[in-house]
C-alpha cells in the first residue's frame, strides 16, 4: 500500500476511535457508566491499532497493554503513563457487557460515574496519544 494511503487507513481508525469516545460521552450523559466505560476501551483500542496501521502492521487482540508492548517492539517510545490508562481501560471490556463478568449483579448495576469519568479521562489520554502519532 502505498504512504498515502496507509496514512488514510489510520486516520480512518483514528476517525472510528474518536466516534466511539463520542459515543460513550453521550452514555455518560445518559447514565450508562457500564456502557460509557466499555466505548472508552472500544476507543482507546481503536486508538492504538491506528497506530499499528501507519507501521503497517497487522494489529489483533483487544488488550491495549498487549497492543502497546508489542508496538515498544517496534521501537516506538511509550511513557508509563500510557501503559497505565491501558491498564484502567482493559479492565471493562469483558465485565462492563456481560451479565455474568461480575458476580451476581448485572453491568449497569455494578458500574458508578467515578469510574466512568476514570474511564473518559483514560480514553482521551489514549486518543491524544494517537492523534500525536498519526499527526
Not at 5 to 29: G, N, P, S, Y
Not at 33 to 52: D, G, N, R, V
Request: proline share 4%; net charge negative; glycine share 4%.
Amino acid at each position: 500500500m502505498s504512504i498515502p494511503k496507509v496514512k488514510e487507513e489510520a486516520l480512518r481508525w483514528l476517525a472510528t476511535a474518536k466516534e466511539e469516545l463520542d459515543a460513550a460521552e453521550h452514555l455518560f450523559t445518559g447514565g450508562f457508566y457500564a456502557k460509557t466505560c466499555f466505548h472508552c476501551q472500544q476507543s482507546a483500542e481503536i486508538a492504538i491499532k491506528s497506530i499499528w496501521i501507519l507501521e503497517e502492521q497487522d494489529p489483533w487482540g483487544h488488550s491495549i497493554v498487549k497492543l502497546l508492548n508489542e508496538l515498544r517492539q517496534t521501537k516506538i517510545s511509550l511513557s508509563e503513563e500510557i501503559f497505565e490508562v491501558a491498564s484502567v481501560l482493559d479492565k471493562f471490556y469483558i465485565p462492563t457487557r456481560y451479565p455474568d463478568g461480575l458476580p451476581e449483579l448485572t453491568p449497569g448495576q455494578s458500574y458508578r460515574k467515578s469510574e466512568a469519568v476514570t474511564a473518559l479521562t483514560a480514553a482521551k489520554t489514549v486518543l491524544r496519544f494517537a492523534e500525536a502519532y498519526l499527526d
